[in-house]
Each structure stands twice: as structure tokens, then as C-alpha cells.
């Protein structure tokens, strides 16, 4: 079901609504044909002032792990 549907389904003035309302919002900044990185910094930047973190508490959920690429040998039969 879209979001556009949804919005009109769920009652007005709802926490339902303002949820409903806020993922169209994303959905209206990103735009993932384009690939565009500044609307998603933008979308990060938006998401940090809405639940009142800081840079420092964004870092902190993330943890590196290392990388599993491997690289594959194989024989070339076409040459």
C-alpha cells in the first residue's frame, strides 16, 4: 500500500498520521535514481534534530567490522 494511500486511511491528527506523514516526507527528499548525497546528508541531519542526538551519539552506534572480500582466481578459457 503507499504512503499516499495510507495517509488518507489512518485518523487524523493520529500519531499514526504524523508517522505516516514524516515517511512521505523521506520518501519526497530521497531520491534513489538520482543518488543524490546531499539530500541524504540533509535526510541525516533532519533525523539527528528530530530525536535530539548529536554527531557523537550517531558515531557511537556504529561499530567497523572487516571486510570478507576475497579475491577469486580463475582459469581463462577464452583466450
Do not use: C, T
Not at 8 to 14: Q, Y
Not at 23 to 29: E, I, M, T
Amino acid at each position: 500500500m503507499s504512503v499516499n494511500i495510507m495517509k488518507h486511511l489512518v485518523p487524523s491528527g493520529s500519531e499514526q498520521q504524523k508517522a505516516v506523514l514524516r515517511l512521505l516526507a523521506v520518501s519526497n527528499l530521497i531520491n534513489q535514481a538520482v543518488g543524490d548525497a546531499l539530500s541524504g546528508l540533509l535526510l541525516v541531519e533532519a533525523i539527528l534534530q528530530y530525536k535530539g542526538w548529536s554527531l557523537n551519539n550517531w558515531s557511537e552506534l556504529y561499530h567497523d567490522l572487516p571486510s570478507r572480500q576475497l579475491k577469486v582466481y580463475f582459469l581463462d578459457y577464452l583466450s
